[in-house]
């Protein structure tokens, strides 16, 4: 029977750290029906990861104005050195758009730039059929005190530090995730989970989370 490439990076680990403005170590438990991802392994790999971004209001689809954008990745500790590109919504629908490159981070440019207030959105494959290994092929072995740095498109770079590590289920990931106000958070989202040969899907979203590191 074939194997995704990725089953061993999305085997199980546990859950760790606390996030900023939450009182125990996880998110809201006031979580949207609709809030699917999959950056997993596929025949296409330029699919639309199925993530609802929440909102119908046209002000939610206008880039904040609070930085320059992103344009790299480096993640020492698990050898990730990638550009970014902006990535917005799918035509016709509220789901999120993906790199067809899956070597490449994809951030959702209608929230907030990395060290903004709220939360910072990137998203990555975990693999892909025809690819390989994605970018975030490694991203669950993270560890509190990692260290994450995001190159801008003036020069400037800046650190963050991972505190957390989530597994949801898809259809529930936070509403939190999109947050466009609030305490600085930085989201890496990707897939893992158990992985189903017949649809050819990861039954969970893997997020790690940062925060900006003095």
């Known amino acids: 029977m074939t194997t995704p490439v990725a089953v061993w990076a999305a085997g199980p680990r546990p859950d760790f750290g606390f996030l900023p403005g939450t009182a125990d170590a996880s ?13 997993g392994t596929s025949s296409t790999a330029t699919r639309a990861l199925t993530i ?19 344009v790299g990745l480096t993640i020492e500790a698990i050898s990730v050195r990638a550009p970014i590109v902006p990535v917005g919504v799918e035509a016709g629908s509220r789901h999120v758009q993906v790199p067809s490159d899956v070597h490449v981070v994809g951030w959702y440019r209608f929230g907030p730039p990395p060290g903004a207030g709220g939360s910072a959105v990137l998203l990555g494959h975990v693999d892909s059929w025809t690819q390989g290994p994605g970018v975030f092929f490694r991203l669950r072995e993270l560890e509190p005190a990692d260290v994450i740095w995001v190159t801008f498109a003036n020069g400037s770079e800046s650190p963050f530090r991972v ?3 989530r597994s949801y289920p898809k259809r529930g990931l936070p ?7 609030g305490p600085s958070i930085l989201a890496l989202v990707t897939c893992g989970g158990s992985f189903d040969q017949a649809t050819r ?4 979203n893997v ?8």
């Open 175 to 181: 509403g939190e995730l999109f947050e466009r106000e």
């Open 52 to 70: 609802d971004v929440q909102s119908a209001r046209l002000k939610d689809y206008e880039p904040p104005r609070r930085g320059p954008r992103p």
């Open 163 to 165: 505190i957390a590590r």
């Open 201 to 204: 899907s990861y039954s969970d």
């Open 207 to 214: 997020v790690v989370f940062a925060v900006p590191h003095d």
């Open 27 to 39: 998110l809201s438990e006031a979580v949207p029906d609709e809030l699917p991802i999959d950056a």
